[in-house]
């Protein structure tokens, strides 16, 4: 295989190992690169605590799944199927998308797509409400319906198990000399990489223009010490890549 052809501009991706196609098909219709660097995979949680867990989850009156990874989990887990006046929820329009594809149909995505813009859907006042979602990654969501008295019915249908960063990538990350973009839908993943990047690799991330997908990812961005950051319209790869492209336009062309 030849050398990898360079781009005008690339885009960084801290998506899970595996799970970058979306942000590659994006960038590529954009005229960019992709450089992933993931700070974990997915694995799924079988057992039969999870399973009685998620069970119970799916009976309740409101359902929330915060990604369509944890649409798919819970799919192999069990069968889903909804029941007479029960609300089926995605944090954004992709889990919503995946709900469907798994056969709910009528499955509701709040218009703002993150942890504030659900705890503004009506069907979220009701109690209990399951949520299917993995450990750590957006612990707002549950502990404001716990504050306001809601029962959540918690499954963690997969983990995020962490693995070493690729030191291709971290090399690549090092040498890049073109414009660069960090597609920043996860403030988890941005501290664990961050953490383990060497000073120098850290430093360089820290130059890119930061493309958050909310405005609270926004703030971590500044407060993490990236110097540009950009709010894009939401968290699909097709928004962030779109911010990410109009600034290339304006600053660097």
Do not use: C
């Not at 383990?196 to 820290?206: G, I, T």
């Amino acid at each position: 295989m030849g050398p990898r052809q360079a781009r005008a501009w690339y885009v960084i991706s801290l998506r899970p190992q595996g799970g970058h196609a979306g942000l590659r098909h994006a960038a590529a219709k954009a005229g960019a690169g992709v450089l992933a660097l993931s700070p974990w995979t997915l694995t799924p949680r079988a057992d039969a605590p999870t399973r009685d867990a998620l069970r119970a989850a799916l009976q309740a009156p409101a359902v929330v799944f915060t990604s369509p990874a944890a649409v798919h989990f819970a799919h192999a887990l069990l069968p889903l199927r909804s029941g007479a006046g029960q609300a089926w929820i995605g944090t954004g329009a992709g889990t919503r998308q995946a709900l469907h594809r798994a056969g709910i149909d009528g499955a509701l995505a709040p218009a703002r797509m993150d942890s504030e813009g659900l705890l503004e859907l009506e069907a979220l006042q009701a109690s209990p409400v399951g949520l299917v979602t993995a450990p750590g990654g957006r612990g707002v969501l549950a502990g404001a319906l716990a504050a306001r008295g809601t029962q959540v019915l918690r499954a963690d249908v997969y983990a995020r198990t962490p693995i070493s960063l690729s030191p291709q990538a971290v090399n690549r990350l090092q040498a890049l000399d073109q414009p660069t973009f960090l597609a920043l839908s996860s403030g988890e993943a941005l501290g664990q990489v961050l953490d383990r990047l060497p000073s120098d690799a850290a430093a360089a991330l820290r130059g890119a223009t930061a493309i958050a997908a909310s405005a609270r990812l926004a703030d971590l961005a500044g407060e993490a010490g990236f110097r540009t950051v950009v709010q894009a319209e939401g968290p699909r790869p097709g928004q962030l890549v779109e911010a990410a492209h109009a600034v290339f336009s304006r600053r660097f062309r």
